[in-house]
Each structure stands twice: as C-alpha cells, then as structure tokens.
C-alpha cells in the first residue's frame, strides 16, 4: 500500500471508532449536562448491552446463519430494538433507586455510588459469561473473552482497491450518523427535548415552572442507556470479540471523549469520539501501539491547558 492509501485506511478505522466512541459519550455527556453525574457506570452498561447482544445471537440461532446473507438482517434488527431497551431500562432502574435518593446530598455521594454499580455491573457480566450456551463456550470460561459471530461481510465494497471499506463500516456510519442526527433533533425542537435544557440550566427553576425534573432526568437517563446500547451492538459486530472488562476501557475512552469535547454538549462528545478514534488509529499506524494511550491523553491536557471548558464547551461563568 501506498502512504496515501495507508493513510485513508487508518482514516476509516479511526472514523468507525471514533462514532463507537461517539455514542457512548453522549450517553455521559448527556446525564452530565443535566445533573453534573459522572455516571463511571455508563462503560460497564455497554458492556452488558455486548452481552446481551450475544445472548440474542444464541437464542435465536442467528450464530448459525451465513456471513452476509439475508437472514442477518432480521437479527440485526431485533439487536438494535431490543440491546437499546435493555440498556436504556437498566439505566433507569438504577437512576431511580441509587442516584435519585442522592441528588440532594453532597456530590461526592452519587460519584461513590456510580463507581459502586460499576462494579456491580462488571461482576454481572462475568456471571453472564457463565451462562451455560454455546455462544458463550457453555460457560467453561466465564472470564475469557468471547467470540461474537460474523455477521456481516469483510468484502471490500471498493472493488479491487487495496484500501478496505467493507460493510461493517458501512453498517458503523449508516446506523450512527443518523442516530446522532436524530438525537440532536429531539434535544433542540421537541417540548422533552425543551425540558431537558431546562432542568440542564436549572433545576430549581424548571421545577418552578412546572417541569416534573425527576422524569425529566430518568428520561435522560432513559436516552443515553440506549445510546450505549445501539454503540454496544455496533461495536460487537465490528470488533467481533467482548469480554466482562471491556467496560472500563470503553468508559475511559468516551469519558475522555466527553471531556475533550466539552462535557456537557452534546456536539463536544461527538467531535471528541471522532478526535480519539482517529488519533488512536493514526498512532497504532505510525508511531506504536503503546504509545496510542500517552498520544490520547496528551491530547486532552494540551487541549484543556488551553480551552478548560473542551473544545466546544461553553466557559463557566463566575459567580461574583
């Protein structure tokens, strides 16, 4: 391959992470926005949603049909209705009886707890990973890293070009781009969309004028759980292997997303998906795969050293 070519390839891997990324941060940016949560949990639940997309595979044999073929569109289907449910479900369980009795304690308490269901979580799926199915080794191994069927084709949609794009890139931008678009239409044009930026400003206010904040918040909560849902299918079909860990890494990413887009706005936690993506795939390219983590994180400080509020981030104002 040519250096050009080289450099479109690596374009594409770190533009298919980088939407991954993408909506798992929403999810945080989106609950931060609204009652200034770091929901550390938030990885984890994506984790769960892998999990859970694997036990779909399972259970409905879709492990036995054939890479590409027109079976895998169904199943594909029922993944990105029923993983977003289950995710945005559990999200809403745990908003409303962990965080809600804690909103008005001090903000150190929700942050314990958030870390507290994070663990609860991870300890989940390692018993899920025991679960006695095929898909899942008849739970030998419940720790190891499982093996997520092809669904779809690594064909090259360019032809004869040595620069692959295949439909599980396609699948990334075809299911993500509109998402997003969507998402951005419903915060800004629809009366719960209003609410939400209401209670964001401020709570006492919008309670004031009559916005019931505590369904307000648990539908955020509701939204960013099956954000992290729809990025947990994407992402098992992509990567083709998840594991009971794989949480804190994704959690970090998005997080780190969020951040160095401006936690809070949702066009920051997109714009940072897409900026970690791509600089974790330019580096594993061109410098070295242990380095891909200084890269990141040198990024963000050098970013926040010069625009504390994130790169899209609107500056706090100082109360005087």
């Known amino acids: 391959m040519s250096g050009a070519e080289i450099f479109l390839q690596q374009l594409i891997i770190g533009l298919s992470n980088g939407m991954i990324i993408a909506l798992i941060a929403l999810g945080y940016t989106m609950v931060y926005g609204i009652i200034e949560l770091i929901n550390f949990a ?25 890479t590409g073929s027109s079976g895998v569109w169904p199943g594909l289907l029922l993944m990105l209705i029923v993983v977003p449910l289950f995710c945005g479900g559990l999200n809403w369980v745990v908003d409303r009886f962990a965080y809600r009795h804690l909103r008005e304690s001090t903000k150190l308490a929700p942050l314990v707890s958030a870390i507290g269901v994070s663990f609860v979580f991870m300890n989940l799926g390692l018993l899920w990973g025991g679960v006695p199915m095929k898909v899942f080794g008849f739970g ?31 699948m990334v931008f075809v299911v993500t781009l509109p998402l997003m678009a969507l998402l951005t239409w419903y915060v800004k044009s629809t009366r719960a969309g209003k609410a939400m930026r209401a209670v964001a400003q401020d709570r006492l206010a919008a309670q004031l004028m009559g916005i019931p904040v505590d369904r307000v ?16 299918v994407v992402f098992a079909i992509y990567n083709n292997t998840i594991y009971y860990q794989m949480g804190y890494r994704a959690g970090i990413d998005a997080f780190t997303a ?26 594993d390219q061109y410098i070295e795969t242990r380095w891909t983590n200084v890269l990141v994180f040198a990024v963000l400080i050098l970013v926040l050293v010069f625009r504390p509020s994130g790169l899209l981030g609107a500056p706090a104002k100082e109360k005087v």
């Open 42 to 66: 938030h990885g984890d639940l994506f984790m769960l949603g892998c999990f859970a997309a694997l036990t779909l595979m399972g259970l409905f044999g879709l492990d036995h049909v054939a």
């Open 140 to 170: 030998r191994a419940a720790a190891a890293p499982k093996d997520f069927p092809e669904l779809l084709s690594n064909t090259n949609l360019l032809g004869q070009s040595t620069v692959q794009f295949s439909g599980k890139d396609l």
């Open 217 to 232: 918040i648990g539908q955020t909560f509701l939204i960013g759980g099956a954000l992290a849902g729809v990025a947990s």
């Open 258 to 283: 969020a951040v160095l887009g401006g936690i809070g706005s949702l066009p920051g936690a997109v714009l940072g998906g897409l900026v970690i993506g791509l600089a974790r795939a330019f580096c």
